[in-house]
């Protein structure tokens, strides 16, 4: 087990300790990992260089944190702790679960005391967070809220109707309550949040979500130095996702291959995977965050479509990419599924990876950056990591052992230990192996193959 997470980097779901003389950060990381996905905290690990220094009177020290993390966090959390060992060196590992919370120090209460994971840090959450935090206990989705600025004459019915119309459904008073695009409030009837961005007359919906819209760009080369084209797309979200396709398929280069005695067209980026990209914005994105707006940016080796939002709470990169889904936004979701815009709930990410293996080209990257969920895309085939024959040997002989020491991999080689030692070292910076050590000196160091798994800024 220790080697498995050895291979991984801190991320929203990893922590590693050298020791516990930082008893503070380690019980905010708990709450952290409490708040949003959960995580696992290993205590005798060097965070950066991945030395297992192992820690003294480990039993002392798991009854001295059990009793820090009951005593300073509300509500209670039980994380569960294992005690773990490698090479007679021992390591405390803390598996926090998550659950709705939110969850706090005491001491700050719960204004200035709850924390969230970003990426490998943890943040205290703001008020707009810790909302969101509680509407999940309760169950309720932002977009479902009533919007109290707003009547019933601003949701464009025609809208609605034209758009059901061409796949043959109705759309009637009564199917905008029962998709919650009309809502009770108060003995009144209202639309949702979700209605005016779905179906919200334009003058009503700029002037309540005046960020809610796609932010499209063609740049010059590979920065955002310099841009070419750009557009902004403001309509209910229904139609943005033709409006952005269009402005990808007009900046994105298209090949021919000959087939018998016709020409066939090969776009740079699959079409599939393009659309599934931009619709997984349009629905997960976070409405509720001021000032952000959906973006999508052409380079010219990759496009990078970004919501607002990172991850749903209680939901990791790994569960998201196994099929798992969790919605953010029930209403546009709902009503995207019955415009046939979705097929199935958590296939989108899975279904976009296998696109682009058939087609030979990179899958797409997947990240959280900060609180914005991105999705890169590359064109071109897949270019090989291992770009040297003696590292193809290392790695064949790693798809059949464990693990490989430096004196096997100089026999391997039949070079000498500092060409060995040179070798090693460009295969780690490449990720291509990881190193399991105590230390840059430790001689009984051994590399194993790195475990994939999804980038987590």
């Not at 994105?252 to 699959?270: F, G, L, N, T």
């Not at 693990?403 to 080689?413: L, R």
Request: glycine share 6%; proline share 4%; hydrophobic share 35%.
């Amino acid at each position: 087990m220790i080697e498995d997470l050895i291979t991984k980097n801190e991320g929203k779901t990893l922590e590693f300790k050298e020791n516990t003389k930082s008893l503070t950060k380690i019980i905010q990381t708990v709450i952290a990992f409490a708040n949003t996905a959960g995580g696992t905290i290993v205590i005798g690990v060097k965070d950066r260089k991945k030395e297992i220094v192992g820690i003294q009177d480990i039993l002392i020290e798991e009854e001295r944190l059990a009793s820090a993390i009951a005593d300073s966090i509300e509500p209670l959390i039980t994380p569960s702790f294992q005690l773990s060992s490698w090479r007679q060196r021992d390591l405390l590992v803390i598996h926090v679960p998550y659950s709705i919370g939110p969850y706090f120090l005491k001491a700050k209460g719960r204004e200035g005391g709850t924390f969230i994971r970003f990426g490998s840090t943890n943040r205290t959450a703001d008020r707009a967070t810790i909302e969101a935090i509680t509407r999940s206990k309760q169950r309720q989705f932002y977009d479902e809220l009533p919007c109290y600025q707003t009547s019933n004459e601003d949701l464009d019915f025609d809208l609605g109707k034209k758009l059901f119309s061409k796949i043959s459904k109705k759309f009637t008073p009564q199917n905008a309550r029962s998709l919650e695009l009309l809502v009770h409030h108060q003995g009144h009837e209202l639309p949702s949040i979700g209605g005016i961005l779905l179906f919200g007359k334009q003058e009503k919906r700029m002037e309540i979500f005046p960020n809610a819209m796609v932010r499209c760009a063609k740049f010059q080369g590979k920065t955002k130095v310099k841009f070419i084209d750009q557009l902004d797309i403001c309509g209910p979200l229904p139609l943005a996702v033709d409006s952005a396709f269009e402005f990808v398929k007009k900046h994105s280069m298209v090949a021919y291959e000959i087939e018998a005695v016709r020409r066939k067209e090969v776009p740079q980026y699959p079409p599939q995977v393009v659309r599934e990209a931009i619709i997984n914005a349009l629905v997960h994105a976070d409405y509720s965050v001021k000032g952000s707006t959906i973006q999508i940016a052409i380079f010219e080796d990759r496009m990078e479509i970004t919501n607002p939002g990172a991850l749903p709470f209680g939901l990791s990169m790994e569960t998201a990419l196994s099929g798992f889904s969790q919605l953010r936004n029930k209403v546009i979701g709902r009503v995207f599924q019955e415009l046939d815009l979705i097929e199935h709930w958590g296939t989108g990410l899975g279904r976009m990876i296998e696109i682009c293996q058939d087609q030979g080209i990179s899958e797409p990257l997947f990240e959280e950056v900060d609180n914005y969920f991105r999705v890169t895309l590359f064109h071109g085939n897949k270019s090989p990591q291992i770009s040297e024959k003696w590292e193809e040997a290392l790695i064949e002989y790693l798809s059949k052992n464990d693990e490989v020491t430096a004196k096997q991999a100089q026999k391997i080689w039949d070079v000498t230990a500092r060409t060995t030692t040179t070798r090693l070292k460009k295969m780690k910076e490449k990720r291509l192996v990881v190193e399991v050590s105590t230390g840059p000196y430790d001689s009984r160091k051994t590399f194993i193959k790195p475990r994939k798994q999804p980038r987590n800024a």
